[in-house]
Each structure stands twice: as C-alpha cells, then as structure tokens.
C-alpha cells in the first residue's frame, strides 16, 4: 500500500515568495491534516478536511496561507506571500474513517515539505 | 480546545534503565490520546493509542502507557531502554471532531 505522498520535499524561497505544496494521501482516508512543524517544536496543526470540505481551520493564518481538497483526495496547501517565520516542515497526514464516521485515531504522515525562506 | 503539556522537553537515560515521558492532557470530552515517535529525519510513528478501552496501553517496541483520569495523564514508560530509542516523543490528543493536537515534544537521548 502507498503512503502519504508529498512534493516537493525541499523548497528554498526568498521572503514575499510564493510557493505550494501538494499531498495525496492513502487511497480511502476521509480525513487530510496538515501540520506546520518548527525546529524544535512540535507539529501544529493549521488545517484538517474530512473529504472535501475543512472541519478545522482556526490555527491557519488565513491573511497568507490557504489550502484546498476540492475533489475529497489530493490536496495544495500555498503561501503567499511568505515570511521569514514561515520556515518548517509541512507535514501532510491522513486518517481512516470506520463506518459512521469514527475516526481510526491513526495518522499516517508523509515525509514532509521543507520550505527555507531566506 | 484540547491540548497536551509534555512536562519535560529532554529526558536523559541510561541503556537498561527505565524510561518515562510525562504527559497531561486538558480535554472538554472523552479524549482519544495517542503517542507518536519521530527519528532523525524520518516521519512520524504510531507508539500506541488509547480510545477509552483498556487505561493501560501497550505498543511497539516495548512502550506502554496508562491513561488516569483522575491525574489527567497519559505518561509512556518502558520498562528497559535501547540505544535505538533515542528519539523525539509526542504525546497526542483527539478530541471528537478528531482534531489532533500535539505536544511540544520530548527528546529522549539514551546513554551506553
């Protein structure tokens, strides 16, 4: 069974950049999370969908990043422009939903995006 | 919203000796708590996971936790450690929304 598949896995960009990542989870997980990872911290979430539509997206910073599902499978998570505190990890994860909706509980994480702003 | 405190962001071991992560969690329902392990530039691992089962879990190589509410904690532990569990821990926590929070993570450095 494939992973969760992520590109690139290393950006470099200069502050007020653009740039975009690209997910596609397992085949048959419901549920897409992205994570903002910091050196030395632990992952933040910034946006959760369940198939197509977002369940939880209170810790994005909506003024510069935005993300979308728009067919329930793959997933773009962009930022534009970018900032110096932008730098991490993006880390994309998805999760098995069981009939009526129960979530596995499982995350499975992709390797990663390593985006660098200089 | 839920959240988790890991009480030490560094945990420093002997190879033989016990191991133990504290965490406590703050959650408004029946949490889901999970721990997670991340090695050097690799993803993020699966430990064990407590969805109101049994309050002692068991996971992969060797670790355990055990769920209290009444301490709010779910605190990992492995009886013996090995060199090859030097890492970084998070401990997770779900809420019903399956809205996954982490911790700020602990690192475990395990000494010969």
């Known amino acids: 069974e494939a992973g969760v598949a992520q590109s690139p896995r290393y950006k470099i960009i200069e502050k007020r950049q653009s740039v975009a990542f690209w997910c596609n989870p397992i085949s048959g997980h419901a549920t897409l999370y992205w994570y903002q990872q910091i050196l030395g911290q632990g992952p933040k979430l910034l946006i959760q969908?369940?198939?197509?539509?977002?369940?939880?997206d209170s810790q994005l910073p909506k003024d510069r990043f935005s993300a979308e599902r728009l067919k329930g499978v793959d997933s773009t998570l962009k930022i534009q422009p970018a900032k110096l505190e932008d730098s991490a990890v993006y880390l994309c994860a998805s999760s098995f939903l069981l009939a009526g909706a129960t979530n596995t509980g499982e995350l499975f994480f992709g390797e990663g995006s390593r985006l660098t702003v200089l | 919203a839920q959240s988790v405190t890991q009480l030490d962001s560094h945990v420093s071991v002997s190879e033989g000796t016990p191991v133990l992560l504290r965490c406590n969690y703050s959650s408004s329902y029946s949490p889901s708590l999970f721990w997670y392990v991340q090695h050097p530039n690799k993803g993020l691992q699966l430990l064990l996971k407590y969805t109101s089962a049994a309050t002692l879990v068991k996971g992969i190589n060797g670790f355990e936790a055990e769920f209290k509410k009444s301490e709010t904690s779910f605190h990992l532990t492995k009886p013996s450690a090995h060199m090859s569990d030097a890492a970084e821990y998070f401990c997770v926590v779900s809420d019903h929304n399956n809205d996954m929070r982490f911790g700020a993570g602990t690192r475990l450095t395990v000494k010969p």
């Open positions: 969908f369940q198939n197509n539509g977002v369940v939880d």
